[in-house]
C-alpha cells in the first residue's frame, strides 16, 4: 500500500496558495487578504510599573464607568424593598440581642431583670408605647417575611402576583401585630 501524498489529496503549494490569499473584509474599506492579516502586528509600548500604580489606573478606569441604571430606570416594587427592609430588620434585630447580651455579661448589676423592671416603671406611658412599638415593629416585620420566605422554600406562592400579595399581606399583618404587641401587651 503506498502513502497518499499531500499533493495528490490536492493539498499542493497552489492549493493552500489559493485558501490562504482568499480576501477578507478589514478594518475600513480596504480590502486585506489572509495572508496579510497574518503579518500585521500590532505594536505596543510596555513600561514597568509598580503594582501601586497599577491599582490606581485601574482605579481611574472604574470611576470612568456608567454606573448600572437600575436605581434610575426601575420602579420601586414591594419585592426587592421587603427583601431589603427583611435584611436590615434581621441585622438590628440580631445586632440589639448581641449588644444586650454582652452587656449583661460584662455589666451584671445594671442589666439584671430588677433594674430593668425599676427602669420600665420609672418611665412616661407614652415613652413606653413608643419604645414598644420601636421594637414590635421589626420583630413582627421581620416575623411575617420570614413566614413569607418559608412558603416560597415549600416552592408556593412563586408567581408575580402571588409574590405581591403576600407582600402585602406580611405589611398588613405587621401593621396589625405592631399594634397588638405595643398597646395590648
Do not use: E
Amino acid at each position: 500500500m503506498s502513502l497518499v501524498s499531500a499533493r495528490a489529496v490536492g493539498l499542493g503549494p497552489a492549493f493552500r496558495k489559493s485558501v490562504f490569499s482568499v480576501p477578507v473584509l478589514a478594518r475600513g474599506s480596504r480590502v486585506a487578504t489572509r495572508s496579510t492579516q497574518a503579518v500585521a502586528k500590532r505594536y505596543v509600548q510596555i513600561q514597568s510599573m509598580p503594582p501601586s500604580a497599577s491599582t490606581g489606573i485601574l482605579n481611574a478606569q472604574r470611576l470612568k464607568r456608567p454606573s448600572s441604571p437600575h436605581f434610575t430606570i426601575y420602579q420601586p416594587q414591594i419585592n426587592w424593598l421587603a427583601s431589603v427592609a427583611n435584611r436590615m430588620t434581621g441585622v438590628a434585630l440580631a445586632g440589639l440581642l448581641y449588644a444586650f447580651g454582652l452587656a449583661y455579661l460584662f455589666v451584671p448589676s445594671i442589666f439584671d431583670s430588677a433594674h430593668i423592671v425599676d427602669l420600665v416603671s420609672s418611665v412616661p406611658d407614652t415613652l413606653k408605647y413608643a419604645g414598644k412599638t420601636i421594637l414590635a415593629a421589626p420583630f413582627a416585620f421581620h416575623t411575617f417575611c420570614g413566614l413569607r420566605h418559608l412558603y416560597w422554600d415549600m416552592l408556593k406562592g412563586l408567581t408575580v402576583k402571588s409574590m405581591i400579595r403576600s407582600g402585602y399581606a406580611a405589611l398588613g399583618a405587621t401593621a396589625i401585630t405592631t399594634v397588638y404587641l405595643a398597646f395590648y401587651m
